[in-house]
């Protein structure tokens, strides 16, 4: 009984080092239930890119990444369960794609030392890094696709939109509520009217907002819709005959699940988007070659170049170059939550790195700081083509409005802070 | 042989009305208060107490409220998720209006506002019965949402309209917000539990839960025998409610720490509740308990063994975890009607007679 004792112990021993020799990056992601359409190609892009770090360059700096999978269903119950489970064995950053789950974990993760990545979503007054030193929201933020949104449809009606209508169609809860208030001052700025609709979750039930839609024509249609509403939403604006080219999503309601099944009448809806779009990248040979042949994939490997599955691929591809800049930074391999956040404050990337990484011309070039934890906050319009059956990017990237977002980032960040009692400054 | 009453003389009322007439059942429970007190608080982590005790604690105080009403005095509703949303708002808005005020008060006043609502929805209860009170109670589940969505007051006017708990503390010791122990907000809970239970107890067994079980089963005959039913009915839904509201309330402040009204306490809230009780047994301060137990452990339980011990994949998982429990329910209700307390009475009944039960 004593020497198994003493193997035990010193196997617990042995084991401690071996168990560190890995990056572990948890993936909260929700393969079922009413957002599963949008989680699955998502989570398969995250995933995938770590494994094919790990299959054809031996991980990241010579360490694996492993990543811990939990199911969260986009429920914030769940969410709580998979951050406590995951947070224990050394999660590096949390991706948790759910603004809900975001808010949750800001305070436990500012308290437990784990940065949050909220790409393009959660909280946007995360962007003040001063108050939120372990929130992330770069490469953009909801007010950059609200203002971004608005230069468009300024740019489409002529470069004016006084005396217009602008719906605005969104999920009832604090995702679909977040561009609000840049709305509100946009339309002060540019003279249109904002109807607000909200849809209640999980938004299969839409026909009295269509409805109204349908009586009062407004000149465009913003949607900030997930999950099963997207589908919705399309068929539903088929439905009335609204004009396709003047209903805009956000970039999370613009992806070939959201558009497919409307059919040919889909065509010509716009949506926003931070990242290039299809397989015409050169990193797709190798995800082919090292992960999806290979059987390691973690879908079915039929979500390659889609919306989604581009978005978590690049996702990942931000972790795993915050995981190299904290390895630099801090000259060590095995690094250790607080040096992956000084890594991800420090995170820049140029054309010629995206290049190097096989993705040319696939993002914005970034440049992430203390002061400015969203990035860019640039994006373009891609339309949907029904008979191509894919999405093409119809403008460059647009920048959005800072003189009315830097403004409203400062004010919500500060109420936050004074709220929480944060004194804002820098790590 | 081991579990009996014989050698137990009881002397007076008091003992012969006891919770645990036998001897072996006290020290059981008296056990399991010990272990609970003593010596789980030192045993917990951050997980633990997140993935099982706070939800468990809180979902038995919530259908320990929901019993009170559906088993005992026979009025179904489907608004607890509703009224939890008044308990978690209530709490909220005491939270930040009076921020030198002990959180445990807080959440007892939620509570008691909580109870001020339910009696409001529960008049129609003395015109519709059953199945139609159901859809009345039903409307109080989505009016409630819909208020909290729509009047920013309720969320003080932030932008997300999300509510968050700024961090409270009770004798220092922070029970809200991010930077808690993990067994301060557990003992912080057990003790609102415990509190209830003993509470939901006292009254069940005397007279005011007499008058509610003669309402539920057969409101003509109880008002004969003099049980008046506005007062009844009124009471079971106060009651009720503030166990819900207290419940809601802990959900939001000490568990969840934000939520947001629609997802968070939503009609699914009310039916999970609703199955508690059915599951663990109607008309019964045990079957709270393990109808509690039952829905909030067993789906983590299957999902540790199935994703974290074997390695499946988590969406398979996700799935096989709804079709067992699901099953399950099936399984349980067929066998047995009256629930898990029903069970648990059956087996205690034959360990009684075990060996010799002729």
């Known amino acids: ?427 | 042989m081991l579990y009996r009453e014989a050698g137990e003389f009881k002397t007076s009322y008091a003992e012969d009305n006891a919770t645990f007439p036998l001897k072996l059942d006290r020290w059981a429970y008296r056990l399991l208060l010990v272990v609970a007190v003593l010596v789980v608080p030192f045993l917990i982590n951050d997980y633990w107490v997140n993935a099982v005790f706070l939800p468990f604690l809180i979902y038995a105080i919530a259908a320990l409220g929901l019993n009170i009403l559906v088993g005992y005095c026979g009025q179904v509703s489907l608004g607890t998720g509703g009224f939890m949303a008044v308990g978690a708002y209530a709490a909220y808005k005491l939270m930040t209006a009076f921020p030198e005020i002990n959180i445990a008060f807080h959440i007892v006043a939620a509570g008691a506002i909580t109870a001020g609502v339910g009696v409001l929805f529960g008049l129609p209860s003395l015109r519709i019965k059953g199945f139609y009170l159901a859809v009345a109670t039903l409307a109080a589940q989505f009016f409630l949402v819909w208020l909290f969505n729509r009047v920013p007051w309720f969320y003080n006017y932030s932008a997300s309209g999300q509510i968050s708990a700024p961090e409270r503390t009770l004798f220092g010791v922070a029970i809200t917000g991010p930077e808690t122990h993990a067994w301060a907000t557990y003992l912080f809970c057990l003790a609102f539990t415990l509190a209830s239970a003993w509470i939901a107890r006292n009254l069940t067994r005397g007279a005011q839960g007499r008058r509610w079980m003669a309402i539920r089963d057969m409101d003509i005959a109880a008002e004969i025998i003099g049980v008046n039913p506005l007062t009844a009915k009124l009471s079971a839904f106060a009651v009720s409610s503030f166990f819900i509201g207290v419940a809601g309330a802990l959900f939001f402040a000490v568990y969840l720490g934000a939520v947001e009204v629609g997802e968070a306490f939503g009609i699914n809230k009310s039916f999970l509740i609703l199955f508690m009780v059915i599951i663990g047994g109607l008309g019964s301060i045990f079957g709270s308990f393990a109808g509690a137990a039952f829905m909030v452990l067993l789906p983590v339980l299957l999902k540790n063994v199935l994703a974290g011990g074997l390695g499946w994949p988590t969406d398979v998982v996700a799935h096989l975890e709804l079709m067992i429990v699901g099953a399950l329910i099936v399984v349980f209700l067929i066998a047995e009607p009256h629930g898990l307390a029903q069970l648990w009475r059956v087996t205690k009944e034959k360990l009684r007679l075990w060996p010799f039960p002729h």
Not at chain 1, 57 to 72: A, L, N, Q, S
Not at chain 1, 96 to 112: H, N, R
Not at chain 1, 375 to 388: F, S
Request: hydrophobic content about 35%.
């Open chain 1, 1 to 427: 009984m004593k020497t198994r004792l003493a193997g035990l112990a010193l196997g617990a021993l042995l084991a401690v080092p071996a168990v560190a020799q890995e990056l572990v990056i948890p993936d909260l992601s929700y393969r079922t239930g009413p957002y599963a359409a949008n989680g699955i190609p998502f989570s398969d892009g995250y995933q995938d890119y770590f494994t094919l770090l790990n299959e054809r360059d031996g991980g990241i700096g010579g360490v694996k990444v492993r990543i811990v999978e939990c199911e969260t269903g986009y429920n914030t119950e769940k969410g709580v369960e998979c951050y406590e489970a995951t947070k224990g064995e050394g999660a590096l950053v949390y991706q948790p794609l759910s603004t809900g789950i975001t808010y949750q974990l800001i305070p436990k993760a500012t308290a437990d030392g784990i940065p949050i990545h909220s790409m393009g979503y959660g909280r946007t007054s995360a962007a003040n890094g001063e108050v939120f030193p372990w929130v992330f929201n770069y490469p953009g933020t909801y007010w950059d696709s609200a203002s971004i949104m608005v230069k468009h449809a300024m740019e489409v009606s002529g470069g004016s939109l006084e005396g217009k209508t602008i719906a605005l169609l969104y999920h009832n809860s604090a995702y679909g509520k977040e561009p609000i208030r840049t709305l509100e001052e946009l339309s002060k700025k540019h003279g249109f009217t904002l109807t607000q609709l909200p849809i209640d979750a999980p938004g299969q039930e839409q026909k009295s907002q269509w409805l109204q839609i349908r009586r009062e024509r407004p000149d465009f249609v913003f949607f900030w819709g997930w999950g099963v509403m997207n589908q919705v939403a399309v068929q539903e604006a088929v439905n009335v005959r609204y004009p396709m080219d003047h209903f805009i999503g956000v970039w999370w309601s613009g992806a070939e699940n959201d558009v497919t099944p409307a059919g040919a009448g889909a065509d010509g809806y716009k949506s926003t988007n931070f990242t290039g779009v299809g397989k015409d990248f050169p990193i797709f040979a190798d995800l082919q070659k090292y992960v999806v042949d290979t059987g390691k994939a973690a879908g079915d490997g039929s979500y390659l170049g889609q919306v989604q599955y581009n978005r978590g691929m690049y996702a990942a591809l931000l972790a795993a170059e915050a995981i190299k800049t904290a390895q630099e930074i801090h000259g060590t391999k095995e690094i250790t939550p607080a040096q992956m956040r000084d890594g991800m404050e420090a995170l820049e990337l140029s054309e010629a790195d995206y290049a190097a990484l096989g993705l040319p011309n696939f993002a914005p070039e970034l440049k992430v700081s203390c002061q400015n934890h969203s990035g860019p906050g640039k994006a373009l319009i891609q339309q949907w083509d029904a008979t191509a059956g894919k999405w093409t990017a119809i403008t460059d990237y647009i920048e959005s409005d800072r003189e009315v977002i830097d403004p409203l980032i400062a004010e919500d960040s500060e109420a936050y802070a004074k709220e929480n009692g944060i004194t804002p400054g820098c790590m």
